[in-house]
């Protein structure tokens, strides 16, 4: 399974982040840029996964992950924030960068953030 779907998965399993979204598909792998037609609120998530952190004779035996997460919301854009930002840092990724950002409309609220993990590489 790749980051980005590890982390879908992750998200999509937290009990409190899913009654925020409510019923339908709100968490998927993609881009902000993309903006997929699925109704309002999406988080979308994109994963730079396979990174080398540490190497030793025998090659590659940490590698990082950089993630960046796209919300996109009508309301409770900062419910979301925090609840996403909560569930990643219990899963061991770090937060770097948290921005706000203009939507398609101005009904429409948007903010990405990005993340970091390590893990050794089996």
């Given at each position: ?20 979204l ?26 730079n ?28 854009l ?5 609840r ?7 899963a061991?990724y ?29």
């Open positions: 399974m790749s980051e980005g779907a590890r982390i879908a998965a992750l998200l999509d399993a937290d009990e409190e982040l899913s009654a925020l409510g019923p339908g598909t709100h968490i998927l792998q993609g881009s902000l840029a993309a903006q997929p037609p699925y109704p309002l609120p999406l988080v979308l998530v994109s994963a996964e396979n990174i080398p952190l540490l190497e030793n004779e025998d090659g590659v035996v940490a590698e990082g992950c950089r993630c960046t997460i796209g919300i996109l919301a009508e309301g409770g900062e419910a979301l924030e925090s996403t930002k909560e569930v990643m840092e219990e061991g770090r937060c770097e960068m948290r921005k706000r950002l203009p939507a398609g409309r101005p009904e429409w609220h948007c903010c990405a953030m990005s993340f970091s993990g390590a893990r050794l590489r089996i």
